[in-house]
T-cell receptor
Framework: KAGVTQTPRYLIKTRGQQVTLSCSPI?????VSWYQQTPGQGLQFLFE???????NKGNFPGRFSGRQFSNSRSEMNVSTLELGDSALYLC???????????????FGQGTRLTVV | AQTVTQSQPEMSVQEAETVTLSCTYD???????LFWYKQPPSRQMILVIR??????QNATENRFSVNFQKAAKSFSLKISDSQLGDTAMYFC????????????FGTGTSLTVIP
């Protein structure tokens, strides 16, 4: 079956712009989580969506937002981009909404965002 | 708060040899999951092995095994018969039970397998 698909793979934006990243989970998976990966901060949790509802949120400013559609596809949006937002953004999909049950998360290959 | 610490930023091992990657974590939770993920240059995170905290038996997946010491909050990964394809970043991760799919990751260990 198809894996987790993230689009686009690469993106270059200018400071102050906004950006939308997309994640299509594995068919049947209802949980989608987003992570930011940078050399300095490592992998940091942004938020998780399950059945179109945000269930968990990390410590990121309000410029970072997301949503999930009825087909479980998720988007994350970053407004007023800053240089420090340059990172690899990874999404992960899981079958269930309960941590512990069916906890294998399948990751996409990420979107490399560069802010100039 | 949960924290995961990987104290070895870089390691190397000769092909066919054995290597152990260290991970410690801090939590007040009694039920949780621990994971090792591998991130090769392709950037895609791949699950290597998973351990349920309530299970005393250490998890094993082919050449990969863990040494889980719950009281010491230690979760090391042993790779036997190292192969060139094992070259990657390895991340230790923690997940609380029944609170959603949120991972807490360590900073990673870059492993190089030398031919």
């Amino acid at each position: 079956k198809a894996g987790v698909t993230q689009t686009p793979r690469y993106l270059i934006k200018t400071r102050g712009q906004q950006v939308t990243l997309s994640c299509s989970p594995i068919s049947g998976h209802r949980s989608v989580s987003w992570y930011q990966q940078t050399p300095g901060q490592g992998l940091q949790f942004l938020f998780e969506y399950f059945s179109e509802t945000q269930r968990n949120k990390g410590n990121f400013p309000g410029r970072f937002s997301g949503r999930q559609f009825s087909n479980s596809r998720s988007e994350m949006n970053v407004s007023t981009l800053e240089l420090g937002d340059s990172a690899l953004y990874l999404c992960a999909s899981s079958l269930s909404g309960q941590g512990g049950l069916n906890t294998e998360a399948f990751f996409g290959q990420g979107t490399r965002l560069t802010v100039v | 708060a949960q924290t995961v610490t990987q104290s070895q930023p870089e390691m190397s091992v000769q092909e066919a040899e054995t290597v152990t990657l260290s991970c410690t974590y801090d939590t007040s939770e009694s039920n949780y999951y621990l994971f090792w993920y591998k991130q090769p240059p392709s950037r895609q995170m791949i699950l290597v092995i998973r351990q349920e905290a309530y299970k005393q038996q250490n998890a094993t997946e082919n050449r990969f095994s863990v040494n889980f010491q719950k009281a010491a909050k230690s979760f090391s990964l042993k790779i036997s018969d190292s192969q060139l394809g094992d070259t990657a970043m390895y991340f230790c991760a923690f997940m609380k039970l029944d609170t959603g799919n949120q991972f807490y990751f360590g900073t990673g260990t870059s492993l190089t397998v030398i031919p």
